[in-house]
């Protein structure tokens, strides 16, 4: 038996005003959803009440990781997934590259990615960042090493850090289209941080290749955002966990972070970016590679839905829906039966609303699918979860995916 477990990220959202008062998994026509759901739908709240909705504890609950036990901050997991280990009395944050304008005297924060920046664009910036003299003394104070990757998403470890500190950080695609000053940081290393943001603006608002970026109507990154703080973060093995191997795959640091800590592989996929044209194939493939190989359990992590709705564009949010439709779970029907019976449970992580941009702690609709028992095939939405399966604690899904006691 395999078994397979694919997040379309963000996917699920409220009723939509455009699409007829529909929800976008409401409005879409999606056959492969539908054969999934001929097994088993429902609705599950993959993020418990009173923790804040977001990738990192949704999907740490969607494993078996209770985040209101297991949870001491979102960069922590990133950091692990790009192998980067906190000593004691280091704190990581998420470091965006942010694009900001500034408009009657006040910054406002127009994009959380900095216009979507990635490759050399996005290197070359933080690490020009990183070596200015206006910007040292700033990283100096604040003991701030930081992990510089080649995309808007960067990892920042400020050392000497007491340990009861409490960091007060705002998530940037939050807050989009309002005063970066209502939302610099409170709490310990408040004056630090802010430093570090304001000075980072004063380099990055004039670098040549923003300059570049806006003659070619882009959005410039040119201020970095860091947050999220975390200390080290301890997860049970998965393997011991549910007596399953296996594998994850994806574009983005935060989730190769989970897998790290629950002792899974997740390999790099050339052309994966967390984008509306990431490989979505070459994901299937290293799934099916995995399994085959011998893993008992893959899964597969799709950010573009959510990174559209956060971008406010409702027609690419559709797109992605049907490129995971389309270009996940048809080739992973198609491909699975060649490995004997299998499992798949497709959900999202959390909500993202095309109303506010941001993200909802709402329950989603889920389904499961059983080769052994695929049944009618019917719809995988809000509307038609709601007359299924109710799972109020998300944390017990993947036992229910994987057939286990957890």
């Known amino acids: 038996m395999k078994y397979i477990l694919v997040i379309g990220d963000g996917m699920s959202d409220d009723a939509v005003p455009e699409l007829s008062r529909k929800t976008p998994l409401e409005y879409l026509d999606l056959p492969y959803f539908g054969v999934l759901a001929g097994s088993e739908t429902g609705t599950c709240q993959t993020v418990p009440e009173g923790v804040p909705a977001g990738s990192d504890t949704a999907i740490l609950n969607i494993f078996g990781y209770d985040p209101r036990w297991s949870y001491t901050g979102r960069s922590v997991l990133e950091a692990a997934g790009v192998g980067v280990t906190l000593k004691p009395g280091e704190v990581s944050m998420r470091v965006n590259l942010c694009a900001v304008e500034e408009i009657g005297g006040k910054l406002i924060i127009h994009s959380h990615n900095g216009g979507n920046i990635e490759g050399d664009e996005a290197e070359n910036l933080m690490n020009d960042l990183l070596s200015d003299p206006r910007f040292i003394p700033a990283a100096q104070k604040a003991k701030l090493t930081v992990h510089v990757s080649r995309t808007f998403r960067h990892i920042g470890v400020f050392g000497d850090v007491d340990e009861s500190a409490v960091f007060k950080t705002t998530e940037p695609h939050n807050v989009l289209e309002q005063d970066v000053g209502l939302y610099y940081p409170t709490g310990a290393m408040a004056e630090e941080i802010t430093a570090l943001m304001k000075n980072s603006y004063e380099v990055l608002r004039d670098h040549p290749i923003n300059k570049a970026r806006v003659a070619a109507g882009k959005l410039p990154a040119n201020m970095i955002w860091p947050w999220g703080a975390g200390r080290a973060m301890l997860l049970n093995n998965f393997t011991e966990k549910y007596g399953r191997t296996g594998t994850v795959i994806s574009a983005v640091p935060l989730v190769w972070g989970i897998a790290e800590l ?92 095309m109303s506010t941009r941001t993200h909802d702690g709402k329950p989603v609709p889920y389904a499961i699918y059983d080769s052994r028992n695929p049944g009618t095939p019917s719809r995988l939405d809000e509307a038609t979860a709601q007359q299924g399966v109710w799972l109020p604690e998300g944390r017990f899904i993947m036992g229910r995916l994987l057939e286990v006691e957890a």
């Open 262 to 353: 629950a002792g899974l592989k997740h390999p790099e996929v050339p052309g994966a970016n967390g984008d509306l044209d990431t490989n979505y194939e070459g994901k299937v493939e290293a799934a099916i590679a995995a399994l085959k190989a011998g893993d008992d359990f893959a899964a597969i992590h799709v950010e573009a839905p959510d990174e559209m709705t956060h971008a406010g564009k409702l027609e690419e949010k559709l797109e992605a829906i049907r490129r995971l439709d389309q270009r996940v779970i048809k080739p992973l029907l198609e491909k699975l039966p060649e490995l004997g019976d299998f499992r798949i449970l497709l959900l999202s992580d959390h909500k993202t609303l």
